[in-house]
């Protein structure tokens, strides 16, 4: 895309926000406050120029105000996800995967490389309280650039060529961000289902900071916390994508409501949202989210019983069945199914970084990772899992994506244990022990573990698979299910010989992606989290690449950067995908098996046909579950 063309497609977004303002509706959730003078009234809480929605230009119905959407999570930490689906950002994604201004009115960019950002006048965050350019320059020089609140110094997403960003503020209402050359993945990072925070809600998080708290109180509120120093106290408030603050003011649809911890946590709507339809009435539509926590494995068995309004967090394929048959046992709900966005559903990482310098050796072999994804018989998982409607082949671009290449899918992607035993033996492993598992270099058995979060039967079912096609391969795969953080933490410190996860989480690429997560620049790649951490701290921790093709990458990821050749960039990122498929980094499964959703009978403008997608996408949120509403909102309520 051109700088011209994004330029100009911003502009026209904005002033297509900026439609004629329509008379606000005050909504029944907040009349009584509103009526007791705790609230004003809607039309002075919205902003001058709010972001007027016309739904039916978008092909969707007017809602009404009203109702509690029940939706269910594994885990205390996954509230988070309200912010996820919220997907209240500074930039967002439309319908069609262009970016737009949501909280911002309108953004101007200069040469790539100088970022205006215009914000709402008399927008409020959700106690009321102002928010203006004073919530940048609060997270920029009190935050980013704070020793004791970032260590590491500011964040890598500020930094280009090695040139931290400067950042100004005109006024109230402005914030420019500019670097000397350009930054051309700002704009998608602050769009992401995890988006960059570059602002903070000063008024309130001041209280914490030293330099704008006295030492007495702040060793008080210190002491209270039972934390060590403000830092940490800080840090532990400013805490806006784990969103489990209830104090900490937000911008997002629904607030946190829940003060205490426990299974059930509630979120109502914030009186001050940005956001309205073309009739009048603020969103969201709905008024309260529930979301309860239950353990991984009865959230198919609830949704089948109805207790859910939305859902798919928590369910895969092989629920489907249950799922269709609680519909036709009148639970109330309706089944879709999306498309899935991830490049793969089920992938495996041997980890290039593993601690172990015997294994470390194997595995960056690359005949060894060739030999275990040929040691895979993915035509008897799919039929197994997925009754054959997945595709199977490596990790690579989905079909839908212009870089497709039917070569990548199938690249060293074909069951052929013939061809794995020869790799093997090529590579001198060809001493076995009495039960014909191969030998390391140092004798001891090829035992391959495989870690997992222990989420998905349908990883384990796959795994028990290729338990038996790696055995004819002299292999002995064993599987270790951990909680997913305990996982993580392996993968990261290079304790995990191997984990298995999802391919990469846009697996629809176009000219304009940054190609980066291709390359080793994040640790959440589980290939090579060493070297992610390395590019992350600016050579602070981690370990730099040190093999011709990783090192390849990384050249390839700055040069998309620094051009903005469409030819150039779409060769970039073709020959990017081609040394995955020739490296097999990630080994890729299978991939768009389609995503069960679960939707209540009475919930609309949920899309029919949809993608499920972490990034870009924000799952649920691009579909902005803020339009969603209720028939019969307050019979909804009441039953």
């Given amino acids: 895309m051109s700088r011209a063309f994004a330029i100009f497609l911003l502009t026209l977004l904005a002033l297509t926000a900026r439609a004629e303002q329509p008379v606000m509706v005050e909504s029944s959730f907040w009349q009584s406050e509103v009526k007791n003078g705790i609230l004003p009234p809607v039309n002075q809480r919205m902003p001058t120029e709010p972001l007027v929605v016309d739904l039916e230009a978008k092909g969707r119905s007017f809602g009404e105000h009203g109702g509690t959407l029940r939706t269910l999570v594994s885990r205390s930490k996954d509230v988070r996800q309200m912010v996820v689906y919220g997907y209240a950002r500074l930039m967002g994604y439309d319908q069609n995967y262009e970016l737009y201004p949501d909280i911002l009115r309108d953004i101007e960019v200069e040469e790539g490389r100088k970022f205006t950002l215009h914000l709402r006048k008399g927008h409020r965050w959700s106690d009321g309280h102002p928010f203006t350019s004073a919530d940048f320059e609060y997270y920029w ?101 784990k969103f489990d603050n209830p104090d900490l003011p937000t911008l997002q649809p629904w607030m946190n409501a829940s003060g205490t911890k426990s299974s059930r946590h509630v979120f ?102 060739r030999a275990l994804s040929m040691g895979i018989d993915r035509r008897m998982i799919n039929r197994a899992l997925y009754f054959g409607l997945a595709k199977e082949g490596g990790m690579t671009a989905l079909a839908k994506s212009p870089f497709f290449d039917p070569a990548n899918l199938f690249k060293w992607s074909i069951y052929y244990p013939a061809k794995s035993n020869a790799l093997l033996d090529e590579m001198g492993l060809t001493e076995r022990t009495p039960d014909g598992i191969r030998k390391l270099p140092d004798g001891r058995p090829m035992e391959f573990v495989i870690e997992t979060a222990g989420e998905r039967q349908e990883v384990e079912n796959a795994l028990a698979i290729v338990t038996d096609t790696w055995r004819e391969i002299g292999i002995k795969l064993v599987m270790r299910p951990l909680d997913r953080d305990i996982l993580r933490n392996r993968v ?106 679960v939707v209540s009978n009475r919930l609309r403008n949920v899309p029919e046909q949809a993608k499920w997608a972490w990034d870009p996408g924000a799952h649920f949120g691009i579909h902005r579950v803020d339009e969603f509403y209720y028939d019969e909102p307050f019979q909804q309520l009441t039953q």
């Fill in 141 to 241: 020089k009190h935050v980013a650039l704070n020793e004791e609140l970032s260590p590491a110094g500011p964040p890598q997403n500020l930094i280009v060529d090695g040139v931290l960003a400067e950042m100004s503020f005109p006024d109230a209402h402005t914030v420019v961000i500019e670097w000397p050359t350009p930054n051309p993945q700002f704009l998608q990072l602050l769009a992401q289902a995890s988006p960059f925070f570059i602002y903070r809600p000063a008024h309130y998080l001041k209280q914490f900071h030293a330099e704008f708290t006295d030492a007495k109180t702040l060793r008080r509120k210190i002491k209270k916390a039972r934390v060590r120093a403000w830092a940490p106290l800080h840090n532990d408030r400013d805490n806006m994508f």
């Fill in 268 to 369: 109502v709507r914030n009186p001050y949202y940005h956001r309205v339809d073309a009739r009048g009435l603020q969103l969201p539509y709905i008024d309260v989210v529930e979301m309860t926590i239950v353990g991984g494995g009865l959230i198919a068995a609830k949704a089948n019983a109805g207790e859910v309004d939305l859902q798919a967090r928590g369910l895969d394929f092989p629920d489907i069945s249950i799922l269709k048959k609680g519909e036709t046992d009148g639970a109330g709900y309706r089944t879709l199914l999306w498309a899935n966005g991830a490049a793969n559903q089920i992938a495996i990482y041997p980890n290039l970084n593993f601690a172990d310098p015997v294994w470390r050796e194997v595995i960056r072999d690359v005949r060894f990772r």
């Fill in 492 to 597: 990261y410190s290079g304790l995990s010989m191997s984990a298995v996860w999802f391919g990469w989480d846009n697996g629809l690429p176009q000219t304009y992606t940054p190609p980066e997560y291709l390359a080793p620049t994040h640790q959440e790649f589980f290939a090579w989290p060493k070297w992610g951490q390395y590019y992350q701290t600016g050579g602070e921790v981690g370990e730099a690449p040190d093999m011709p093709a990783a090192k390849r990458l990384m050249q390839l990821s700055w040069e998309w950067d620094h051009t903005e050749d469409t030819d150039a960039r779409a060769r970039i990122w073709r020959e990017m995908l081609a040394i995955h498929a020739e490296n097999q980094f990630g080994i890729g499964i299978l991939a768009e098996a389609p995503q069960p959703i």
